[in-house]
């Protein structure tokens, strides 16, 4: 049974593609452990996708691109369809290898949620019995890994300066507050002290030292425009 | 089996269209128990593209999806430049993934929903981090395939599922079984027990009910 969940605020975001890549994988991943989450982000993106596409809007003025979407259809029909098809014969291997989504520490064998297949190439670094993978998400402002704690391992206790993330994948842990199942999804805040030990070992996804990075959407954050001036 | 899983889903799913349509029907924008004539019509023109490759098809799907991905994109991108690709993208993908939609899991909307959406998680890291990374498709699966990877799971709910339908009542165990194991039709059972085809009908419709309710309260 999953105790901690995102937040509907959270789940919304994902939904509509607004949270920075390590997030995203959280949210992901969490989602493929708790069923209900994963119908809850079904629903919203049905909803999502009726707001944005079905809704008759009475005062739907005409695009104002109306000739540049004109001239991308009228290029559509005659050659990129076409295009297209002769690339799609063209390769015929599967163009989506399925990566190994498993992982080996220190003897112990884990499959992780699928979203995760492409970020395990790196190696694990580690002192004692904690182990950390750190994933490329190529975020500045995020960092991004798994985590091992060995058995009867802990964590000395530490405060963050943002908000850690942490996505129990395996195994089970336990602070000062709770104990902790596989697909738990807790998301704490500076004010937060915590020291986590395990007696069986477990396999957590964590995202550290972001301020109100990954609780806000992308478009709140970061102004695009701004970001390609750099 | 694979229809006592995907009768499941589909209930959840029309739960989820219940209680979203309710809220959408203040603004008059959706009817409730009716049939959405263009849901229909969507549907129908997405089969033509993935059965025919029908180009005319694609271009009635270009004029209703394009102008509002481009709204999409102007708003979430900032640029009507990446908007442009994001309209370009999201197309093409919908004339090269067509033979993966399938209209039993989800509307014609949602689908290209799906696609824009990824699309354009992809397209923001490039833009903001400079990354030519494709996530957007693991973050959110979009097609066919990519369920045909997790066989495991099914495998595993499958087994689960296999057990709960031993801890039925009798009556109703059987009548799952029948249908769904051996695969004989409503009114082969109902001759071979000997018994209405409605009372066939209401056994399975508990049966299925009470697997549902066993699978919800152990794996939600």
Redesign the interface.
Known sequence: MINYHPDQHLLSLHA??ELP?SM??AI?AHAELC??CQ?QL??M????????????NASQHV?E??A??DS??GQ??SS??DN??AD?NAEQA?N?V?GDNSVTIKGQHY?LP??F??QINASWQGIGKVSRLRLDT??PQARASLLHIAANGEIPEHTHKGSELTLLLAGEFSDCYNTYKPGDFMLLDQDHEHSPKTTEGCLCYTIVDAPLYFTKG??KL????G??LY | MENIQSQSTQTRYDKGNLSLRSSTKRNGAMNSDEPNPLTDELAHLMLQVANNRCKTSFAKLFSHFAPKINAFGVQRLSQQGLAMDLVQETMSRVWTKAHLYNADKAAVSTWVFTIMRNQCFDMLRKVQHNREDAFGDDIWPLFESDDAENNDDDFLLSASLLQHVEELPPLQRQVVQGIYMQELTQQELADKLNIPIGTVKSRLRLGLEKLKSFMEKHYD
């Open positions: 509509k593609g890549l995203s994988i992901s069923a209900h119908q079904e629903q993106t049905i909803a999502l996708s009726e707001q944005q596409f079905e809704q008759v695009s691109h109306a540049d979407l991308l259809l559509f029909l990129t369809l297209l098809d799609d599967p989506t399925p499959v699928r979203v297949r492409k190529g975020e992308i478009s970061l102004n695009p425009i970001d390609l």
